[in-house]
Nanobody, 124 residues
Framework: QVQLVESGGGLVQAGASLRLSCTYSGRAFSSHAMAWFRQAPGKEREFVSAISWTDSSQRYADSVKGRFTISRDNAQNTVNLQMTSLKPEDTAVYYC?????????????????WGQGTQVTVSS
């Protein structure tokens, strides 16, 4: 059984940085594509970034490209999201997601496992 637990969220001012972490419990972490999504109040869950299980290639939403960096540590079973130059519009609950042998999908249906989320609030 796969479990994902996010951490690292918080309240920051615009322009600040935050580092989110997702800890994976279960088998074969290194064979799972991992991703981050976010959901703001009243909006649908949207794709932020994904990292492959094969060569750690990455994909980013246009809205975060150049500001966010996704990485994974297969020895620690973690995936991280380094967020810089945060903007108020980045305010959302951030979710970690996983898919066994998955690709770099940007749809919520591309992933089978989800964490409970961590709140990120960026004040102006």
């Amino acid at each position: 059984q796969v479990q994902l637990v996010e951490s690292g969220g918080g309240l920051v001012q615009a322009g600040a940085s935050l580092r989110l972490s997702c800890t994976y419990s279960g088998r074969a972490f290194s064979s799972h594509a991992m991703a981050w999504f976010r959901q703001a109040p009243g909006k649908e869950r949207e794709f932020v970034s994904a990292i492959s299980w094969t060569d750690s290639s990455q994909r980013y939403a246009d809205s975060v490209k150049g500001r966010f960096t996704i990485s994974r540590d297969n020895a620690q079973n973690t995936v991280n999201l380094q967020m810089t130059s945060l903007k108020p519009e980045d305010t959302a609950v951030y979710y970690c997601a996983a898919k066994y042998l998955g690709g770099l999908g940007s749809s919520t249906t591309s992933y089978d496992y989800w964490g409970q989320g961590t709140q990120v609030t960026v004040s102006s």
